[in-house]
C-alpha cells in the first residue's frame, strides 16, 4: 500500500511563531514526495517537491521551506507564520504506471 | 508556462440529474488526471487518460480525453448525494516532471 501519514490534522498557530508539519511515508522507497496548500474553496497549489533525500525543489516563494531528511520524511517548516500561510496543506507522492497521486488528510492549518 | 482551466467553477444540481465538467489545456497533454476532494477531505486519484479520444467508465462517470489531447470532461449520470465535492484535472506541467491541478469544480447535489 501507499499509505501517507500527516499530522496533525488541525492546527491554530499565532502569528510570528514556528511551524513544523510532518509527512511520513510507507510501502515504498525513494518515492517523489510532495507539499502542497489549498486556500478555503481554491485549487491545489505546489509548494515544494522532493526526488530524494536532501533533494528539495521549490515551486513558489513562500515564507516556508522544506526539508528531507529521511527517504520516507518530508517536512514542511516555517520560521515566523503569516496570516497568509493559512489553508490545507497536503503532501503526497507520485505513483507509477498510470497511478496519480496519493494524498495524505492534510493539515488545516489557521494562523491568528 | 502550463495552464490548466476547469468550467464551471461550481454547479448545483439536484439529485437525479447529470453532470459535466471540462478541463482544458493551453498545451498539448501526454495525459490527464482526474480527481474528487470530498468537503473536508483530500483529494482522491480517479483516473489517467492516455490516448487521443480515449473514453473510460466507472460506473456512473464517464471520462474523454479530447482527440487533441487537449481537452477533458468527466460526466456523471444520474447524479447521487455521494457524488457531493470538488473535482480536479491535472496535466503534465512543461517539463513533465509534475502536474498542474486545474481549480476544481465544485459540485452539490440537491436531495
Known amino acids: 500500500s501507499q499509505t501517507i501519514h500527516q499530522w496533525p490534522a488541525t492546527l491554530v498557530q499565532p502569528v510570528g511563531s514556528p511551524l513544523s508539519l510532518e509527512c511520513t511515508v510507507e510501502g515504498t522507497s525513494n518515492p517523489n514526495l510532495y507539499w502542497y496548500r489549498q486556500a478555503a474553496g481554491r485549487g491545489l497549489q505546489l509548494l515544494f517537491y522532493s526526488v530524494g533525500i536532501g533533494q528539495i525543489s521549490s515551486e513558489v516563494p513562500q515564507n516556508l521551506s522544506a526539508s528531507r531528511p529521511q527517504d520516507r520524511q518530508f517536512i514542511l517548516s516555517s520560521k515566523k507564520l503569516l496570516l497568509s500561510d493559512s489553508g490545507f496543506y497536503l503532501c503526497a507522492r507520485r505513483g507509477g504506471g498510470g497511478y496519480g497521486y496519493t494524498f495524505g488528510s492534510g493539515t488545516r492549518l489557521t494562523v491568528v | 508556462g502550463q495552464q490548466v482551466m476547469q468550467i464551471p467553477q461550481y454547479q448545483h444540481v439536484q439529485e437525479g440529474e447529470d453532470f459535466t465538467t471540462y478541463c482544458n489545456s493551453s498545451t498539448t497533454l501526454s495525459n490527464i488526471q482526474w480527481y474528487k476532494q470530498r468537503p473536508g477531505g483530500h483529494p482522491v486519484f480517479l483516473i489517467q487518460?492516455?490516448?487521443?479520444?480515449e473514453v473510460k467508465k466507472q460506473k456512473r462517470l464517464t471520462f474523454q480525453f479530447g482527440e487533441a489531447k487537449k481537452n477533458s470532461s468527466l460526466h456523471i449520470t444520474a447524479t447521487q448525494t455521494t457524488d457531493v465535492g470538488t473535482y480536479f484535472c491535472?496535466?503534465?506541467?512543461?517539463?513533465?516532471?509534475?502536474?498542474?491541478f486545474g481549480p476544481g469544480t465544485r459540485l452539490s447535489v440537491l436531495p
Open positions: 491535472a496535466g503534465p506541467d512543461n517539463y513533465g516532471q509534475n502536474f498542474v
Open positions: 487518460l492516455v490516448k487521443s479520444g
